[in-house]
């Protein structure tokens, strides 16, 4: 089945240390997303490829970075975690379709910063 | 002002009810309007797209009202795996239509 995978599930990471996440998809979508989505709150987008164009939110933190090597692929490297990044990070695809950018989820990466 | 608008509830209903959420938008570009479902802990699953004419899919309609940028989801015979966070979400419009913007998410628990 087509579908966007997220690798790892669960991350537990130390203050500091360099994590990285990966998303991949089946479903040959030209557009790709990073959340961030903390409890209780909407999902807030950090940056998205457009193809191989790279677009980063104005308030994305710079320890937040992103590579896609290829359309299946995206990575998310946080390059020194803190406290306040222990969060769900969830990849969504996209593809104009009949006029809508409908976006698939992953099933997210679950952050925890000790 | 939040760009798109939900009443966080917990709406609490019996089974066999039905519920509306509502939700506003701010920006009058936007072109595509969604609802997404989120379970606890779960990432969201787009439910159904919008359309202007009002659609309907089983027991869920949705119905958008772009003069006064609303959008509702009306749920019919509530069941218990309707139990989730419902995620009105807007596209920004205009080059950055691939951009999504969601609502907070009205939460929802069906009782038997």
Same mark, same amino acid.
């Given at each position: ?28 979508? !030209? ?8 409890? +209780?709150?909407? #999902?807030?987008?950090? =940056?998205?490829?457009? *193809?191989?164009?790279?677009? !980063? ?8 970075? +992103?590579?896609? #090597?290829?359309?299946? =692929?995206?990575?998310? *490297? ?37 | ?112």
């Amino acid at each position: 089945d087509a579908m966007v995978i997220q690798n790892p599930r669960y991350q537990v990471t130390q203050f500091g240390k360099p994590v990285t996440l990966s998303c991949s998809q089946t479903l040959n979508h !030209n557009v790709m997303y990073w959340y961030q989505q903390k409890s +209780s709150q909407a #999902p807030k987008l950090l =940056f998205h490829y457009y *193809d191989k164009d790279f677009n !980063n939110e104005a308030d994305t933190p710079d320890n937040f970075q +992103s590579r896609r #090597p290829n359309t299946s =692929f995206c990575f998310l *490297d946080i390059r020194s975690p803190g406290l306040g990044d222990a969060a769900m990070y969830l990849c969504a695809t996209s593809i104009r379709t009949s006029g809508l950018y409908e976006q698939y989820f992953g099933p997210g990466t679950r952050l925890t910063v000790t | 002002r939040k760009e798109v608008e939900q009443d966080p509830g917990p709406f609490n209903v019996p089974e066999g009810a039905t519920v509306a959420f509502n939700c506003t938008y701010s920006n009058s570009a936007s072109q595509s309007f969604f609802w997404y479902r989120q379970d606890c802990r779960k990432e969201p699953k787009l439910l159904m797209s919008v359309y202007s004419s009002g659609n309907e899919d089983g027991r869920f309609t949705a119905q958008l009202n772009r003069a006064s940028q609303y959008i509702s989801l009306l749920i019919r015979d509530s069941k218990l795996s309707d139990s989730a966070t419902y995620l009105c979400v807007v596209n920004k419009g205009g080059n950055a239509g691939n951009m999504l913007t969601f609502g907070g998410g009205t939460r929802l628990m069906v009782k038997p």
